[in-house]
């Protein structure tokens, strides 16, 4: 038992890791995203291109490199190099914020997609300007629409933070593989399991919740 | 003065011509039903009247107000306000799925601010009563049947007390025997002095509640008149050719 305890104490100091770096990714990826879809429907075409470019790269390329580009590849930059050298954790906050923002654009513009051109027109007839037919009409079907896809993308971003291993954060898995090395013993990959299994759990329930208060019917 | 005075509307998509020299009245009261077949241009015609679509010439006077002089469009503004004298009822209803029905009939009111928030509600509930709905002011649209969901737009489009209520094949997407029920509000608004454009390929409403029928081909007024002299005795063969096929 003692063993056990000694095993699972530090797994969960890891878990909090996993937990905290999903929640900062999560609330911020999700309105720059939203930003990042207003901006590849923007008619400024320049500010529309970019968006595009963006999405592109951020989409084409893994996460695992851009993750290792942010922590180790921007400190090698000449002369502002030594400017760059974030904190570890930050460093991968951040590549995950940039990395998710890009799929939320997408997932969002889908949304938009959805709406039938009818409720642009109905919301015009009816006298509203445009403002006012994004906000009260537009935007709250898109994220009804959305919703399954972000829970899905929410679900990978769970799994994803293990990525962390490779930049030395110290996460859930990180532990994992500490206790693995020092106790030789599969266990510790086991409760790693189980650990995320209950944090998809959790996050599966709170958006099927979701799902249903928004139902509509 | 008619209410609504059309001359010579114009408008193509690309190389095609959907309007080609459209005129027409509607004097206070008119209930006008434009027939003809698929394509014959009979809803651009209606949703050019609410800025729909964007016409290539011609002129529309809405209440003595210029929409489009030979063509040219007033400021935003003015559209917004010419606009706005007209409600419209659509085929697909366009009922706004996630707002109650209740919400769907306050939200542009509200937004716009016509009235106390309690005046709207008031305005709401009488709507709903009017349109034998006052037991779903909570559910959603997508709890209503379809000849439910074309009253409650009936009722959003009379939330804002338009002049004119202009319909766009309200009947086409509704199962036969839940046509009944919308064509029975329509013909209590007709009775009500309603002005009314009703573009629908409902026979029976057009001989029955209209005063006006017109009917349209290939972007043309073929031929408009009172509905027993347009039904029993049609002067051109395109119209003769229509009606025998619709009529059974």
Redesign the interface.
Known sequence: MEDFMSMLLPMLEGAKMTVLLFLIAIVLSIPLGFLLTLAVRSSFKPLSWFAQAYIYVMRGTPLLLQLLIICFGLPMIPVIGEYLVLDRFVAACLGFVLNYAAYFAEIFRGGLLAI?K??Y????????NKF?TTT??IL??MF?IALPSVANESVTLVKDTALLYAVAVPELLHYAQTVVNRDFTIVPFLVAAVLYLIITLVLTAFFKWLERR?K?? | MALIDVQNLKKSFGPLEVLKDISFQVNKNDVIAVIGPSGSGKSTMLRSL???ETIDGGTVKIDGEYLIEQGKYPSTQQI?TI??K???V?Q?F??????SVRDNLE??PK??KTEAPKAIRARANDLLQKVGLADKADA????LSGGQKQRVAIA??LM?NPQILLFDEPTSALDPELTGEVLKVMKDLAEEHMTMIVVTHEMGFAKEVANKVMFMADGEVVEAGEPKTFFENPQHPRTQDFLRKNLK
């Open positions: 039938d009818g409720q027109e109905a919301a015009q007839v009816l006298g509203l006012q009260r009409i709250p079907q009804r928004f509509f019917e | 609410v800025n729909l917004k606009t706005g007209m409600g419209m659509f697909h366009n009922l706004f799925p996630h707002l939200v542009a937004m716009l959603y649209p997508a709890n959003r489009a804002l």
